[in-house]
């Protein structure tokens, strides 16, 4: 059939698009619940004639469209789960689920990964190799990549490649970030306990404030960017959660902080927690309490391989022209990472906000929404960065 026109495919997929893509909005599911996405997801890929696995890990779903020649194996991944937020957005494709709202975009990016499905089944005589399409659920902090992984999802076939895309709203729509090396930031979460003795808030002199520890130490960890870490390192540590008290009257016996440190470099995290176990440790001290510490990690940092990421730049400049690509990285966190640090790969961001239209909320926002336009650039790009892989004499190669 030739190479396909990949934003002329993903054109012609809009309306389809829209239209699942806001059922999937109109009904979101929490992470290791999505059990209506996934199944639409699995009757979809079967229709179109893909071998298909449900349940890996738990709730996810692959499916592999094989070539009619031998080749590499791509991964392309696509997240499913939503986030437990009450939408505030007044829409009549809002979430009919109280609590529960795709904050993040991940509906598009299931939509984004059904229609890619709809356009490489019709060129399958044409592709040297094989896609395995994934479609993970929890990724917004339960393990769903872990889970995966665990099921098996990068064995038979082991895939060469890993590919994922996020749709974007830090990022105006018409750009495309991707940039080599690490993009998103490894993430863990930590738990101080300040134990302190409690009592009457008439007398503390009689009691032993944890909170007023608590205080200091919260103040104090601000520190630890400003005064430990190179400036040219990226690096946060951020209190989210301080849990203390009852009531108004009552001196507690203790009070818990939790928070999250991000960082690309994962000597830099463990020199962190040291510091903020010592500096806990000494604040609680200085105020007659006691400190202890949990740390839980995450997600690693999401790595793009050289190559990878130079055949994904190739096919966002072929598809959207050198001048709306852009290099930059975030904070934020993605359990691809876990998946790139098995495969080579590449992850890379769809700019979606648009002024004009208010979609301008962050990620995470009961607000938050994207230009539905940004998937067709989505779709075209991935496309295309297939092509450049499984279809090189019709495309430009590797």
Known sequence: MGQPDFRQEAENLFEYMVERRRDFHRYPELGFQETRTAGIVAETLQELGLEVQRGVGQTGVVAMLEG???????LVRFDMDALPIQEENPLDYASQNPGVMHACGHDGHTTMGLALAKIMARYQADLAGAIKFVFQPAEEGLGGAFAMIADGVLQNPRPDVALAMHLWTPEEFGKVR???GPCMASSSVFTLTVQGHGGH???????VDPILAAAQIVSA???IVSRNINPQDSVVVS???FSAGTTFNVIPDRAVLKGTVRSYNNELHRMIYRRILEMAHNLAIAF????TMETIAIVAAVN??????AVVRRAAEQIMGEANIVEH???????MGYILEEIPGCYFFIGASNQEKGYTFPHHHPRFNFDERAMIHGVAVMGQAIANYLMPENGVGV
């Open 68 to 74: 009619a020649r031998p080749g590499p194996t791509l």
């Open 178 to 180: 991707v940039v080599e």
């Open 201 to 207: 808030g008439a007398a503390p002199h009689l009691a």
């Open 221 to 223: 960890l601000q520190s």
């Open 239 to 241: 209190i989210g959660q």
């Open 288 to 291: 007659r309490c006691e400190a």
């Open 304 to 309: 793009n391989a050289p190559e990878p990421t």
């Open 329 to 335: 990285r975030t904070m934020a966190s993605e359990d």
